[in-house]
């Protein structure tokens, strides 16, 4: 069949060569003979005739081109437009990766306070390969639930503690994955909701703090903002970041789920004049980070350095991770008790998790998913007998409700969420995050994208999103006979089996 289309496709192909000259000369002599109008078509057609001679006799990169002419083109273009067409008239609701139509729709619903009840049945397939929360025969009324707070710092009696109201938390972007008019949405937005933001990698976090909410100050391998010219870390330059009134808390980013083992990239196309100034770097090239710490090369410096970070800056300091070996894991945990030096937090990142640009091979293959690692390493600390010394956050795709009660389960205090928010400003999975052309202005600095922002009205979207998750987390803590997530054990979990512990489940 397919033989006999490309057969059919050679031949139209071969009538097209032929037929787009003849028409020129056609259209030439009706020119002459009825209208001087028709010289329109004879000009149109003649420029086609040379640019199909090009594609035939002259370029050698394409075959298909070689081979079809101008025919060939509409593979090129058809290609193109495949992911639109495949997102709006071909994909079904439940098809579409990362996140397909019903996750997103459920972002899209919460962010615009809209009812997102559904009706006649679940979309997702009830099999073995899924996880399901475990509710209770007797459950309790919202009344009996208990106001969330998480203190970070409170484990080493630190004077600057910090405590968050809401389990949520807005995971790190950088302004430079992000354009300016996204960074302040999420700012103004995170104010609204009375909930933290991480700055990302990106440096000195400017538009963050003239929107003045809480900041967690995310400090990467290039150490971008509080740097030496060898790439070390500038005490005096943390310090003084670190004095900030918005400054809350700082992160230390090991690795991240998108790409673990390789530093963040910043592709040029987004490197404007301000964000070459504010990360120090050339703006003629990719800005690829350190795939660690200079200060970091073996598990004790590693450990020497958290606490380092800890004394400069006196504020509650955590790492980020995405899980590799859990051995290797237990082994940082080891020296943790060893020197008695503990993060105040440690994010863990599934290796399911977004990025502005990473190598594809990283995205799709390195890193453990997230629910896997979180359980790990809940169980390592819980071994080794310190769970009680740190809070855990977790991230990888916990947009909703569903799966953000499965992590709470396998141990996580707070939850992280870049792309949540993202989708609740407007991103409608364009992938084209590191191309500078994000459609909906969040990913670009092109001021004609980011016009499509308009931050009065979007900032009450995240609030309203964090209302809703909180509204939902609050009926399913209900449901479970839990007074807080505190109270939410892997017992409350139905796991069919241990290989269901996958990212990819619906546990919507
Ligand atoms: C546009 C974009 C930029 C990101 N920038 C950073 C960053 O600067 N530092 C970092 O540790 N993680 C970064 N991440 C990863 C997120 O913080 C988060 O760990 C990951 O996306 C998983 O959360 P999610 O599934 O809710 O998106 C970025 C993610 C996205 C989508």
Redesign the pocket.
């Known amino acids: 069949m397919i033989g006999k289309l490309s057969i059919d496709l050679h031949k139209l192909a071969k009538f097209t060569n032929l037929a787009i000259p003849i028409l020129a000369v056609l259209f030439f002599l009706a020119g002459f003979r009825f209208s001087f109008y028709f010289h329109f078509l004879t000009v149109t057609f003649l420029f086609l005739t040379v640019i199909n001679l090009f594609y035939l006799h002259v370029q050698s990169s394409h075959s298909v081109l070689r081979n079809f002419g101008i025919l060939g083109q509409g593979r090129y273009m058809l290609e193109s437009i495949g992911p639109e067409l495949r997102q709006y008239l071909f994909a079904n609701d439940t098809e579409e990766k990362p996140f397909n139509r019903t996750e997103r729709a459920e972002v899209y619903r919460k962010a615009q306070n809209i009812d997102s009840a559904s009706s006649f049945g679940s979309q997702f397939e009830f099999d073995s390969s899924e996880i399901k929360i475990r509710h209770s025969m007797f459950p309790i009324g919202k009344d009996k639930l208990v106001p969330y707070r998480l203190t970070f710092g409170e484990e080493r009696g630190i004077t600057k503690t910090y405590t968050i109201n809401k389990p949520f938390v807005i995971?790190?972007?950088?302004y430079g994955?992000?354009g300016e008019k996204a960074v302040r949405s999420f700012a103004r937005g995170a104010k609204m909701a009375g909930i933290p933001m991480?700055t990302?990698?990106?440096g000195y976090p400017k538009y963050h703090l003239d929107e003045g909410c809480d900041l967690i100050f995310?400090m990467?391998t290039a150490k971008f903002g509080v740097r030496n010219e060898d790439g070390t870390l500038n005490d005096d330059k943390l310090k003084e970041l670190a004095g900030k009134e918005s400054i809350k808390m700082v992160e230390i980013?090991f690795s991240?789920?998108?790409k673990p083992g390789k530093g963040?990239l910043l592709p040029k196309e987004k490197i404007t004049d301000e964000i070459a100034e504010l990360r120090g770097v050339p703006k003629d090239r990719d800005v690829v980070s350190p795939s660690s710490h200079a200060e970091c090369t073996d598990i004790e410096n590693t450990v020497a350095f958290i606490k380092h970070v800890q004394d400069v800056t006196e504020l509650p300091v955590g790492i980020?991770l995405c899980v590799g070996r859990p051995q290797q894991f237990e082994e940082l945990v080891v020296e943790m008790k060893r020197q008695d030096v503990f993060p105040d937090w440690i994010t863990v990142?599934g290796a399911?998790?977004?990025?502005?640009a990473a190598p594809k091979a990283f995205i799709d293959r390195v890193g453990m998913p997230l629910f896997p690692a979180l359980k790990s390493v809940n169980d390592i600390l819980t071994k080794n007998g310190v769970r009680d010394r740190l809070k855990l956050m977790a991230?990888?795709?916990?947009?909703a409700p569903g799966r953000q009660m499965v992590a709470f389960c396998l141990g996580a205090d707070a939850i992280?969420?870049?792309?949540?928010f993202?989708l609740s400003l407007g991103c409608i999975q364009a992938l084209q995050?590191g191309n500078n052309t994000c459609p909906v202005g969040i990913?670009t600095h092109d001021p004609a994208l980011q016009h499509g922002i308009n931050i009065d009205a979007k900032a009450p979207r995240i609030a309203n999103y964090v209302h809703n998750l909180e509204h939902d987390l609050e009926e399913l803590l209900a449901s479970a006979g839990c007074r807080s997530v505190k109270e939410l054990t892997f017992d409350h979990l139905y796991v069919p089996s241990e290989s269901t512990l996958h990212p990819f489940i619906n546990a919507n």
């Open positions: 995971s790190a972007m950088s994955a992000l991480n990302g990698e990106g995310q990467g980013k991240q789920g998108a963040g980020k990142d399911e998790g977004g990025t502005g991230s990888g795709k916990l947009v992280y969420s870049a792309r949540g993202m995050c990913t």
